[in-house]
């Protein structure tokens, strides 16, 4: 048991690569917006319906905002168009639909949107008619945004995304 205080060797490694994803035709994606990436390798605001493929991971925050929708036409430079963003990742604070609490800290962060996050994965609703239940049950569930980190003094939840 320790006595007094140590220094304890660390090595610093970065965290995880991050990418530039174009923004899928006819969406707008906000800085800081939490991105889903489609099968097709574009993003989209993460919640988002009627993208072009299916949304199958969490790519992180964007690091700015781009509109691929057509009310971009009023829009110029790097702020519309299909070129790409850089979508960063790291530990972040983001509001939660229930406050976790200490003994969440580790536990999966899905996310409800592209600003909020939840301890729930969602889960699998019925099928809608003419729906097969294997498309509802991804309609319905969530995306890993992360891992709960812990909090900061205040109370503020911070959220690991890699």
């Known amino acids: 048991m320790l006595k007094a205080d140590r220094i304890v060797d660390e090595k610093a490694v970065p965290h995880a690569p991050e990418f530039g994803h174009g923004v899928a035709a006819g969406f707008r994606v906000y800085r800081g917006s939490i991105v889903a990436v489609c099968a097709d390798g574009t993003i989209v605001p993460a919640g988002s319906t009627g993208t072009p493929s299916q949304p199958v991971a969490i790519a992180g925050l964007a690091r700015q905002f781009k509109d691929n929708s057509p009310a971009a036409s009023v829009l110029n430079g790097d702020m519309a168009g299909p070129h790409p963003i ?36 969602g889960g699998t609703a019925a099928p809608a008619s003419g729906e097969s239940s294997s498309a509802s049950s991804a309609a319905s569930t969530r995306l890993q945004v992360g891992t709960l980190s812990g909090f900061e003094l205040d109370g503020t939840p911070y959220v690991l995304i890699v």
């Open 86 to 121: 850089w979508v960063k990742k790291g530990c972040y604070a983001l509001p939660f639909d229930t406050a976790p609490t200490w003994a969440n800290v580790g536990q999966p962060v899905y996310a409800v949107d592209d600003e909020t996050v939840s301890l729930s994965g």
